[in-house]
């Protein structure tokens, strides 16, 4: 069976610092991976996804980064840590099925979360 | 930008209760919308992806129903139990591989 796998579970960093959280996923090859964020009384956001090795689409402008050195670890950077990076944040992944090209019916499967707090 | 909102925002009932909620959105390049559970302490889980108008499906004592002309989809449960309280969020693609979430709606289910 497939797993999902994040961490840390938690991080309290400062302002200014850096920021690296993995998700890496078990038991299924070319995964769509995504990273979303959810902030307090708000919903999930989406960040990023990739559908393969070292493609990476962006949706919200912003100084975070993404990479995917491999086929099932997805990174989530930052180089400056900003307050308003506070937040929930989750990966998910999704089959990559080739007659879906849109992948607007793809059941997202969700890891346990990084709860990060900057301060 | 894509606007999914959902009602209301949170919500208790009694258990042995039904109740449902609403997941409201612009009903132009529809393409398919998903409920996901969302139980503390654990992960988003899936419930339905629905494409068409009309649509409805259910599991157990949880349905839900899409009208994509109108833009909205309601979630319907029956006979609430306490394992049924989490936050339940819906989801519209409005492209490729993108997903915008409603905020959710909390559900308490009182014993």
């Known amino acids: 069976s497939q797993t999902i796998h994040q961490w840390p579970a938690t991080l309290v960093q400062p302002v200014g610092s850096p920021l690296s959280l993995e998700c890496t996923v078990e038991g299924t090859s070319n995964p769509n991976l995504y990273w979303y964020r959810q902030a307090a009384g708000r919903g999930l956001q989406l960040l990023f996804y990739s559908v393969g ?7 919200v402008p912003q100084n975070l980064s993404a990479s995917r050195p491999q086929d099932r670890q997805f990174i989530l950077s930052s180089k400056k840590l900003l307050l308003s990076d506070s937040g929930f944040y989750l990966c998910a992944w999704s089959v990559r099925r080739a007659w879906e090209r849109r992948g607007v019916t793809d059941t997202q499967y969700f890891g346990p ?7 | 930008i894509l606007n999914v909102e959902q009602s209301p925002q949170s919500l208790h009932v009694q258990e042995g209760d ?3 909620f609403t ?3 612009p009903s132009s390049n529809f393409y398919a919308l998903h409920w996901y559970r969302w139980e503390t302490a654990k992960s988003p889980e899936a419930l339905f992806v629905m494409t068409l108008n009309g649509d409805e499906k259910k599991k157990g004592r949880i349905s839900a129903t899409l009208n994509t002309k109108e833009g909205y989809s309601y979630l319907y449960i029956k006979g609430s139990q306490p394992e049924d309280s989490a936050t339940y969020l819906c989801s519209r693609p409005p492209g490729t591989y993108k997903y915008i979430f409603g905020t959710g709606t909390r559900l308490k289910v009182l014993a």
């Not at chain 1, 090795?53 to 949706?59: M, R, V």
């Not at chain 1, 979360?113 to 301060?119: E, I, K, M, Q």
């Open chain 1, 53 to 59: 090795i070292g493609q990476i689409s962006s949706e």
């Open chain 1, 113 to 119: 979360g990084t709860r990060l707090t900057v301060l």
């Open chain 2, 18 to 20: 039904s109740t449902n």
């Open chain 2, 23 to 25: 997941c409201s959105f």
